[in-house]
């Protein structure tokens, strides 16, 4: 199984500040990786696929780079709604498995 | 707008079956491939398999190994519904499960898969 590997597991922040969470993959996955912010009691939602590509609807502060292995999540002005869980996710191969999640809190 | 909506939440006892719906509507249910994940209390997030529903036979599968034999993913066609089936429960499968539709992103031969949308998760507890 590939696994993927999250840092920080928990940050405090800011509104206003540039917030990044890196994701690491244990073999190559090219680009397929994708992320999600979970709030709680909440299911997931997608924010960037295939490493880098922005869901419609989710605002451009929200940023992703990365291939092969190393993977960045970018906040570029945290806002109050953006506190949450984030998560990481490759679909290369089967079983499909995600990062331990980053927990976003405020400072 | 794609809308999945699962079934409500269940109590079960240890050893017992337990049998989750995810109803889809919004889209042509057989286009999409659906996942279910599941979530733990305070825990991350675990894929348990997908079902193709345009498959033969109730729709083709893929399970984790880690569920192999103990479960079960099938669609009807006519309702656009898929189900999960979760056997020999034990404690440690309480959880929140969802449904997933795939969606995929292309480029050039290259797809990237990734869980579009999402159902509103069904909380089940397992407890003697």
């Known amino acids: 199984d590939i696994q993927m590997t999250q840092s920080p597991s928990s940050l405090s922040a800011s509104v206003g500040d540039r917030v990044t969470i890196t994701c690491r993959a244990s073999?190559?996955?090219?680009?397929?990786l994708n992320w999600y912010q979970q709030k709680p009691g909440k299911a997931p939602k997608v924010l960037i696929y295939?490493?880098?590509s922005l869901e419609s609807g989710v605002p451009s502060r929200f940023s992703g780079s990365g291939s092969g292995t190393d993977f960045t999540l970018t906040i570029s002005s945290l806002q109050p709604e953006d506190f949450a869980t984030y998560y990481c996710?490759?679909?290369?191969?089967?079983?499909?498995?995600f990062g331990q999640g980053t927990k976003v809190e405020m400072k | 707008q794609v809308q999945l909506v699962q079934s409500g939440a269940e109590v079960k006892k240890p050893g017992a079956s337990v049998n989750v719906s995810c109803k889809a509507s919004?889209?042509?249910?057989?286009?999409?491939?659906m996942h279910w994940v599941r979530q733990a209390p305070g825990q991350g997030l675990q894929w348990m398999g997908f079902?193709?529903?345009?498959?033969?036979?109730?729709?083709?599968?893929s399970y984790a190994q880690k569920f192999q034999g103990r479960v079960t993913m099938t669609r009807d066609t006519s309702t656009s519904t898929v189900y999960l089936e979760l056997s020999s429960l034990r404690s440690d499968d309480t959880a929140v499960y969802y449904c997933?539709?795939?969606?995929?992103?292309?480029?050039?031969?290259?797809?990237?898969?990734?869980?579009?949308?999402w159902g509103q998760g069904t909380p089940v507890t397992v407890s003697s």
């Open positions: 997933a539709q795939e969606g995929a992103y292309c480029s050039g031969a290259t797809c990237v898969n990734y869980f579009d949308y």
């Open positions: 079902i193709n529903p345009s498959g033969p036979s109730g729709g083709s599968t």
């Open positions: 996710q490759q679909s290369y191969g089967t079983p499909w498995t």
């Open positions: 919004g889209y042509t249910f057989t286009n999409y491939y």
């Open positions: 073999q190559s996955i090219s680009s397929y």
């Open positions: 295939a490493a880098a």
